[in-house]
Nanobody
């Protein structure tokens, strides 16, 4: 059992920045990767970013490349999502997830078995 808790969401204006945090507890040592997904109003869940807990280059979704940055602190069992130059289309509930994906599964919802409750990010124009 892994529990994930997201924090850091809020209401901002276009062009602003936010940093989301996700802290894991429980059997997180059995997970090799963590990820961020989001679900906007009337939209399906979308991949945002992911990274291996062992290191390497994070993966990003095409809509956030160049604006969002994934980072981790394994000692704190925490991952972060730094979001810069936010746009109204970034408005969504952002979910943290943990799993054991192979390379081809890094962006796949099905590869992640543990999910947080989400944190709301709202970007006004």
């Amino acid at each position: 059992q892994v529990q994930l808790v997201e924090s850091g969401g809020g209401l901002v204006q276009a062009g602003d920045s936010l940093r989301l945090s996700c802290t894991a507890s429980g059997s997180i040592s059995g997970r090799t990767a963590m990820a961020w997904f989001r679900q906007g109003p009337g939209k399906e869940r979308e991949f945002v970013a992911s990274g291996r807990r062992s290191g390497g280059s994070p993966a990003y979704g095409p809509d956030v490349q160049g604006r969002f940055t994934y980072s981790r602190d394994n000692a704190k069992n925490t991952v972060y999502l730094q979001m810069d130059n936010l746009k109204p289309e970034d408005t969504a509930v952002y979910f943290c997830a943990a799993g054991t994906p192979i390379l081809s599964q890094l962006r796949a919802i099905s590869a992640y078995k543990d999910w947080g409750q989400g944190t709301q990010v709202t970007v006004s124009s």
